[in-house]
């Protein structure tokens, strides 16, 4: 013990890492909470101050609170889109707007040329596995046309079908 208390005493440390004081991060949090630093040492979480029943119906009420806030401002904000569209198709009827489709066109094309490269530079697995996608969606086709064209013969005409004979 005494040679650890000389070495407390001893201004200069031996190397750079004695110098630092090493902090557990874990104890370091625990004891500083970010909440205790904004509200004060009285302030804490839920869970230490209220029962689960409690929180329960506090997180229902916050949480049916927010859906109905949420819901009204939904359809203010739906209304205020729906209106400004409405607007615009006024004013284009009304010759306010013009709209200079054969510029909208072209952007169009452009996007969707720029949309092709992209997806052509797409990893070789999701074109592969687009093209069986679409193989697969052809077959499926087919086979429901067939099953369809025999059971409407079957059913609808069955003195006139070429299957039945």
Known sequence: MADRKEEKDDPEPESEDEAYEVVDLTEYARRHQWWSMVFGNNSGPLAEKYSVTT???MGGVTGWCAGYLFQRVGKIAATAVGGGFLLLQIANHSGYVQVDWKKVEKDVNK?????KKKTKQAAPEI???IEEVKEHINLVLITVGICLMFLFCQIKLPETCWLTT
């Open 55 to 57: 929180q329960i119906m």
């Open 111 to 115: 996007a969707k040329k720029h949309l």
């Open 127 to 129: 074109n592969s596995f």
